[in-house]
């Protein structure tokens, strides 16, 4: 049977050519770069004793140095295992875990269909081209010589012109024996019911053809000449052909740049067709743009399938801001380790073009250089829509960026983009609390909880207090300054505790002791993960106990019967007494409900934190083991350099004077010393 070339271009980009090959060879680890998913062995081909068979996933072809054998994964499956071509095909389908179409003859006609309706297309582009170099193309030629675009590369794109004529296109391809179904099908004039006689859907305009994959034309772009026109730029409709969703300007003629022996090393998404060809001109060949419309999750995939990292540039304007914003919670979702965007901005009032029309392609270089990564775009975006000087705005900053952060799927990636804003939070809140408070006081205060003491909330003094041992009474206001030097000083972030380990003690039973926390912090609640497997089985027991009812319900004394039922009451005996022990009363029952929230997010950040720099050192470790396995020394040295940073975040993570909740919120220490 025939397969479209959809099918196999889907099972293609499904399959890293490396699976296919890998069965039949063994890479040599001393040239093979897994990172970047380029791969060498001895050729299976013919005998050699050094590697000179190359493959990369990013091309998806293989070739040998030694005896020249070049192909994609089906050549290489019927050419090494003997395989026919539909063997070849359903091996990589399998490996793809897609079926196999099923022989459709509606289906193959529909293909026949879509190679005649392509004869077409080059029919239209064919026509466009000469008609830009008649007389009526002369107003064309100015303009596309007033952009600076030479005649090579007015051929390379193909550009032409449309006639201002109703009919012009469609009795020429009339002349040609193109029958009028087949001249609707492509959108090359507009029909329907109401309109008695069909006409051109392109007239007066600059034409851009629109490739696919395969560089067949497959749509048009229209750029009008005349000022008046209702529609600047004017595309072809939907088609058999064309989804204006799913293609990209450019798209096959960057890629190909992109894996060059010296291309360029990403994809550059710009907002026009005239950004993109001013650029190839430029010597920037690896820009693609949308079809006038903003970017879709498809087209944002053809993005990845091409590079990892693609750059969106836009336009300074407000409606480039607003563009850049709307690709940014596009992406948003969809970020995975080791695939992200970057935002490059330009200088308002300024596109592609006015970049390098005069200068050449350096001033673009440079704007490119300063491209910034998508959570510094969302930072920089949220910043921009209030100052932040109370709390209640530091709250709503707050809640909008773990609201976005939220909705990406990639648990990993989710989780370091929470850390990440937590720290630009911190930073961003923190300098305005030191400018408020001097160290005199915030030492005074840390002093102060140490000794003991508490604050105006519950209307005694040190000296009232003195007597009463280690229980601070219900509802106190409980100055939070010193859970940061307890938990600290106590191994908060040690690699090896005892279990369970105190930050997760105090997250734990501030949580039991204050059920309400549950209300607004339930999703985070149930994602905590213990070290500890006590904790572990406390927490599900709880999570459960929790899930059973709503509302006033759940209270404190309902958890801890239900949890005494489930075995678990000499453990929690046990985290009340180390609690009291290290004299953390917000993790008490005692504790105000501002001061238990306060200290269930100080010591949740914690946690988090230490977890995070933990995987970092495990996956370093990884990382060098395997670099030291294939003697890559600037990789080992650039390793170990990344592992002692680590390992020196552990030690200010222990030796910070603060721990700052959640998103940013100042901790209960600042809170107290207002009460001061």
Known sequence: MRFSNSFLDEIRDRVPISDVIGR????????????????????????????????????????????????????????????????????????????????????????????????????????????????????????LRDRGLTGRTIETFRLGFASDSRNALKEHLAGKGVPKDQIEACGLVVHGPEIPVSY???????????LSSREKVIAFGGRAMSPDAPAKYLNSNETELFHKGNVLYNFT??????????????IIAVEGYMDVIALHQAGVENAVAPLGTALTENQLELLWRMTPQPVLCFDGDGAGIRAANRAADLALPHIKPGKTVRFAMLPDGKDPDDLVRNEGRAPFDKVMSQAKPLAEMIWSRELKTG?????????????RLRLLVAVIADENVRRHYQQDMRDRLNGFFQPQFQNRVGGERRNFERNSFDRGSFDRGNGQSRGQNKGRGNEAPRGARVSGGGISDRLARSGLVRGHQETPALRESVLALTVINHPALMQDEYDEIASIDYDSRELQRLWSGMLGAAAAVAGPHL???????????????????ALEQQIRNARLWIATEQAAMEDAREGYRQALAFHKRAKAL????????????????????????QLMRALQ???????????????????????GRVKGAANH
């Open 24 to 143: 039949r060879v063994s890479w040599d680890k001393r040239k093979t770069n897994v990172p970047r998913a380029d791969y060498w062995a001895c050729c299976p081909f013919h005998g050699e004793k050094s590697p000179s068979f190359h493959c990369e996933d990013r091309k998806g072809r293989y070739h040998c140095f030694g005896c020249g054998v070049t192909g994609d994964h089906f050549r290489f499956l019927t050419e090494l295992e003997g395989l026919s071509f539909p063997e070849a095909v359903q091996t990589v389908a399998d490996m793809a875990g897609i079926a196999m179409p099923i022989a459709d003859p509606v289906m193959e006609k529909r293909e026949k269909e879509r190679t005649t309706l392509l004869d077409v297309m080059e029919l239209a582009t064919q026509y466009f081209q000469d008609q830009l170099q008649t007389a009526n193309g002369a107003r064309a030629r100015a303009y």
């Open 200 to 210: 051109d859907r392109f007239r007066d305009r600059i034409m851009f053809p629109i």
């Open 253 to 266: 003629r960057a890629r190909r740049a992109t894996q060059g022996a010296s291309g360029d090393s990403t």
């Open 387 to 399: 100052t932040f000087e109370t709390p209640e705005s530091k709250a709503e900053l707050e809640a």
């Open 555 to 573: 209270t404190r004394e309902y958890l801890i019967e239900r949890l005494e039922e489930q075995g678990f009451a000499v453990l929690i005996q």
């Open 614 to 637: 933990r995987w970092q050192k495990i996956e370093l470790e990884t990382e060098i083991a395997e670099a030291t396995e294939s003697g890559n020394g600037e990789v080992i040295d």
């Open 645 to 667: 940073e680590v390992h020196f975040e552990g030690l200010r993570l222990e030796n910070q004077e603060a721990i700052i909740d959640g998103f940013g919120v100042l901790s």
